[in-house]
């Protein structure tokens, strides 16, 4: 007779305390929840790689200086959304910043952000974009802002 069942070597379960009847309900329950999380699961994983693969192939760019909480905000929404970006660190290279403000049309502040060579402005301007629903589109591609 078996004493216990054996799913890995640090969980076992004992026959005796589970009893007949929580046997079948386990073995019920895993042969319904597994193929629903495994399916899920993998749902989920490609359903992110999509979005990312849309989004990494949007040329995005953000002038920042390295303390600066509203370039923080904009780096972790765009990092959220799966779009990955290039920093430009203005905060030591005048050369850097007069080019960001004549990128930005006179724009001084940081964050300044590009979405394919197109000026979307600072960390506001971003956050209205994503709360208008049109920053998905933008980062696909689809829309100007």
């Known amino acids: 007779m078996l004493s ?9 379960l004992h026959l005796p305390l ?8 386990l073995c019920l329950n895993v042969r319904i929840i597994l193929p629903v999380l495994i399916i899920w699961g993998g749902y989920v994983y490609f359903n992110q790689q999509s979005i ?16 600066c ?11 959220k959304k799966g779009a990955t970006y290039t920093e430009i660190d203005i905060s ?3 050369e850097l910043r007069d080019s960001m403000i004549k990128r ?11 979405i394919n ?3 979307i402005g600072g960390c506001d301007d971003l956050y209205a974009l994503e709360a208008a629903g049109k ?4 980062l696909k591609g689809l829309s100007h802002a």
């Open 52 to 67: 990312q693969q849309e989004y990494t192939m949007q040329k995005i760019e953000i002038y920042s200086k390295t303390v």
């Open 4 to 12: 216990c069942l054996t799913f890995s070597s640090s969980q076992v």
């Open 69 to 79: 909480p509203y370039c923080v905000r904009a780096k972790n929404l765009l990092t």
């Open 104 to 114: 930005a049309n006179g724009r001084q502040t940081v964050p300044q952000i590009f």
């Open 117 to 119: 060579d197109q000026h």
């Open 92 to 94: 030591q290279d005048s």
């Open 18 to 25: 589970l009893g007949i009847i929580g046997i079948v309900r």
């Open 135 to 138: 920053l998905d589109d933008l």
